[in-house]
């Protein structure tokens, strides 16, 4: 069955220190994969997609099929990226399936 | 900048009640979404709908659930006989065109709960 798996329930970081959010995938075909973010108290948003290769407020994340990974990466912290970080996978339809969710907490 | 508006914000019900949660997409929107989100679980997908038709559901969208778009600009979720298991957080979801990898905005849910 398909699933995504987000190990870290919680992870905190010092302001300027680099960041990892991890993800796992378990997908037979070709996945498309996401990262959704919720910062307090407003929604859930589109932070980036595997297919765009784009950087998003410093965040990146690259899909490594060997190791059905999609790790979200900054290189250095800041304060306002503190939130609910969501990885999702989609099998080409409409159907997202998410991870539990990670909260990152960036403090100074 | 658009936004999805889900109303009510929370809800309270009574177990074996009928609930509408509604929705009101971004206006050039054409794909609309419905997920729930159990406190403490992951969001899960219930059902995409396009041209007044359900396009993919899952598993948890059973004959209690319907989904309507009875005029232009709303799109409800109706839960017929509500369970105390149905008590989550809603969120409804719209995108201008189909398939996960547009993107899509989500509203600010609907919190049911069942008494």
């Known amino acids: 069955a398909q699933r995504v798996t987000q190990p870290e329930k919680l992870l905190s970081v010092f302001k300027g220190a680099p960041v990892e959010l991890k993800c796992n995938y378990s997908?037979?075909?070709?996945?498309?994969l996401f990262w959704y973010v919720q910062y307090s108290r407003q929604r859930l948003q589109l932070l980036l997609r595997?297919?765009s290769r784009e950087s998003i407020k410093g965040f990146t994340a690259d899909l490594n099929k060997g190791e059905t990974s999609f790790h979200l990466k900054k290189p250095f912290a800041q304060e306002e990226d503190s939130a609910m970080y969501y990885c999702a996978l989609s099998q080409g339809g409409t159907a997202l399936i998410f991870g539990k969710g990670t909260t990152l907490s960036v403090s100074s | 900048e658009p936004e999805v508006t889900q109303t009510p914000s929370h809800q309270v019900t009574q177990m074996g009640q009928e609930v509408i949660l509604r929705c009101v997409p971004i206006s050039n929107h054409l794909y609309f979404y419905w997920y729930r989100q159990i406190l403490g679980q992951k969001v899960e997908f219930l059902v995409s709908f396009y041209n007044n038709e359900i396009s993919e559901k899952s598993e948890i969208f059973d004959d209690q659930f319907s989904v309507e778009r009875p005029d232009g600009s709303n799109f409800t979720l109706k839960i017929r006989s509500t369970k105390l298991e149905d008590s989550a957080m809603y969120f409804c979801?719209?995108?201008?065109?189909?398939?996960?990898?547009?993107?899509?905005?989500f509203g600010s849910g609907t919190r049911l709960t069942v008494v």
């Open positions: 979801a719209s995108s201008k065109w189909g398939g996960a990898n547009y993107g899509y905005t």
């Open positions: 997908y037979s075909g070709s996945p498309e």
């Open positions: 595997h297919i």
